[in-house]
T-cell receptor
């Protein structure tokens, strides 16, 4: 069966520090991968999506970047964090040939101080 | 502009008190409408996918329906364990499987 792993679960980082969040998927090949951010009391905002290795599409201009170095690995990064980067970050995957929606990871709570 | 709006923002029910959550959408070429449940501090959990107007799906105390402009999530005789945030999302033609989410409805069921 397919599983998605996301870590760390919580992270407290100072302003100006770098960021690296990792997401890996098991049990499937060539998934579509997504990074979402959820601000407190708000809906999910799509940040990046990827349909293949090295293929990244950005939905909103921001202080973050994403990379997909391997088929089932998706990384969210920042060189210098801002206070506004605080939030709940979710990784998700979907199949390319079906429409069963997304499977989400457990999320990372990022607090920039 | 493609948009998904959920109402109410929050809902408080007594155990056993049935109600409905609404999700209205404005997208071109709907491919699917999805309902998720999200518990605090966790990722959303998939509930239903609806593809065409008139379609209905059921799971335990939950029933989702779809029209051309909106979807309803009906909760029959809810229990405290149904307390969560319920998210609606739509997928549209040409959207590369992207989902656009509503802000969610926070449901609290009290004994």
């Amino acid at each position: 069966s397919q599983t998605i792993h996301q870590w760390p679960a919580t992270l407290v980082q100072p302003v100006g520090s770098p960021l690296s969040l990792e997401c890996t998927v098991e049990g499937t090949s060539n998934p579509n991968l997504y990074w979402y951010r959820q601000a407190a009391g708000r809906g999910l905002q799509l940040l990046f999506y990827s349909v293949g290795i090295g293929q990244i599409s950005s939905e909103v201009p921001q202080n973050l970047s994403a990379s997909r170095p391997q088929d089932r690995q998706f990384i969210l990064s920042s060189k210098k964090l801002l206070l506004s980067d605080s939030g709940f970050y979710l990784c998700a995957w979907s199949g390319t040939k079906n429409n069963y929606g997304y499977t989400f990871g457990s999320g990372t709570r990022l607090t920039v101080v | 502009e493609d948009q998904v709006t959920q109402s109410p923002e929050a809902l408080r029910l007594q155990e056993g008190e049935s109600s409905s959550l609404n999700c209205s959408y404005t997208v071109s070429g709907l491919r699917g409408l999805f309902w998720y449940r999200q518990d605090p501090g966790k990722g959303p959990e998939f509930l239903f996918t609806l593809y065409s107007a008139g379609e209905e799906k059921e799971k335990e105390r939950l029933k989702a329906t779809l029209t051309k402009k909106e979807s309803f999530l009906h909760i029959t005789a809810p229990k405290p364990e149904d307390s969560a945030t319920y998210l609606c999302a739509v997928q549209f033609s040409g959207g590369y499987n992207k989902l656009i989410f509503g802000a969610g409805t926070r449901l609290a069921v009290h004994p």
